[in-house]
């Protein structure tokens, strides 16, 4: 089953009076909301050894940016997402981007880790729902036959956003300093928010039913065993990824002895590798569906594996790094449309909810994939974060073949 077959709208035609530049126009304002998301997310990666050296402060606390982050995005989108499944999107979408640009106001102008640390904690907690409710328009923008590849653009944007930020921050620490990247993350939230609002089309009167949005009705989803699994293929598979992606810039300029202009090169090529992760991840989902991930896997644990073997080889290294950065999203859109089908055909009302599993997700594999790096750099040394990252890929492979055979259960069912 496809993302195209399964995230189609609750309504045949949401916004029937929408003309079709109109559409468009909004859809590319969605996929600008996961360039935004992406940046303000990861642009501490790229500045950690300055933000270090500014807040007096180890790597690992640094580190700790990423994963409160995560943490907190892990914790308040499926809770936000029940909590108010009631309530009109365009109302929330404004709602959740108005805290989304004070947070990062506040994360720009902070005195200490402290408040640095708390703007993050509020900026995670609004960053998942607000991609949750972004990507439920893209079927009503669209219409549902281009939805799968519509949502992969999303997260292809994320995906840019989160290297082009790692990238810039390189290049932004050599020629001014590190505080501009904070500002220009910031600059883009307030765009953003201001094109949404201003441009995105408004419900009038849409509310779904109580029976459909109890929170009781919704949990359900979260009960089955396709989704559980899809939810550790994220918490492990993401994590074997940053494990390593979480220290990429001290790894590079301290394992490799990169400079900073070397490094920026090769995140910035990193970033563009993985827009087509993304969208590879949707013609995956397209022609094989769910039945890609395990192949997916074999291929990222063994790229972690070589980069470990790698050691302080460059041209190995990153080689390495390359297909990682192809494999580091090629398993989203089949889980996203797996999630999407399970909620359409068993949990009706829980579509926002299915919508926000996978960003959830994904936040708990880096929260998870960023502390055990961590205490991987902390204790064995950066070189150790490729084979860290290759015994998560590997447990990430063990859960994608349980989901697949949990999911053809279910459709058999």
């Known amino acids: 089953m496809t993302a195209s077959s399964t995230t189609a709208s609750t309504a045949p035609e949401a916004f029937p009076g929408l003309s079709s530049l109109r559409r468009r126009i909004s859809y590319a304002l969605i996929v600008l909301l996961g360039f935004s998301l992406g940046v303000s997310e990861f642009v501490v990666i790229g500045i950690e050894p300055e933000l270090a050296e500014h807040y007096h402060s180890s790597l690992a606390q640094i580190?700790?940016?990423?994963?409160?982050?995560?943490?907190?995005y892990a914790v308040a989108t499926p809770s936000l997402a029940i909590a108010t499944a009631r309530f009109q999107r365009s109302r929330l979408l404004a709602?959740?981007?108005l805290v989304f640009v004070a947070a990062n106001f506040a994360a720009m102008v902070a005195p200490s880790l402290g408040i640095l640390m708390a703007s993050r904690v509020v900026m995670g907690a609004v960053a998942g729902p607000l991609l949750a409710v972004g990507?439920?328009?893209v079927s009503d923008l669209l219409g549902p036959w281009k939805s799968s590849m519509g949502i992969s653009v999303v997260y292809a944007a994320f995906s840019i956003a989160l290297v082009l930020a790692t990238s810039a921050g390189r290049m932004v620490v050599a020629l001014w300093s590190w505080h501009v990247a904070l500002v220009a993350a910031f600059a883009f939230s307030v765009i953003t928010a201001v094109l949404l609002v201003t441009v995105l089309p408004k419900e009038r009167g849409r509310k779904r039913e109580a029976t459909l949005t109890s929170p009781r009705h919704q949990v359900g989803l979260l009960k089955e065993r396709a989704v559980v699994f899809g939810v550790l293929i994220f918490m492990f598979g993401v994590g074997g990824v940053y494990a390593f992606y979480g220290y990429v810039t001290p790894?590079?300029?301290?394992?490799?002895?990169?400079?900073?202009?070397?490094?920026?090169?090769?995140?910035?090529t990193f970033g563009c590798i993985c827009f087509f992760s993304d969208l590879l991840s949707g013609w995956l989902d397209g022609k094989f569906g769910m039945k890609s991930l395990p192949p997916v896997f074999v291929v990222l644990t063994a790229a972690l594996l070589g980069l470990w073997l790698s050691g302080t080889n460059v041209a190995p290294a990153l080689v390495a790094m390359g297909f990682i950065a192809l494999l580091m999203y090629a398993f989203s859109i089949q889980a996203i449309s797996m999630f999407m089908d399970i909620a359409r055909k068993h949990h009706p009302g829980a579509l926002v909810l299915a919508a926000s599993i996978e960003p959830?997700?994904?936040?708990?594999?880096?929260?998870?994939g960023t502390t055990v790096g961590g205490a991987a750099v902390t204790n064995l040394g950066l070189g150790s974060v490729g084979?860290?990252?290759?015994?998560?890929?590997?447990?990430?492979?063990a859960c994608a073949v349980l989901a697949l055979r949990a999911w053809k259960q279910r459709q058999q069912g």
Do not use: K, R
Request: glycine letters at 12%; aromatic letters at 12%; charged letters at 5%.
């Open 135 to 137: 990507t439920t328009y």
């Open 360 to 368: 959830t997700s994904f936040n708990i594999g880096i929260a998870f």
């Open 63 to 72: 580190g700790d940016l990423i994963s409160l982050f995560a943490l907190s």
């Open 387 to 397: 084979l860290v990252g290759a015994a998560l890929s590997a447990v990430a492979l």
């Open 95 to 97: 709602i959740y981007l």
């Open 251 to 268: 790894y590079l300029e301290t394992d490799l002895g990169l400079n900073n202009g070397q490094s920026g090169t090769v995140l910035l």
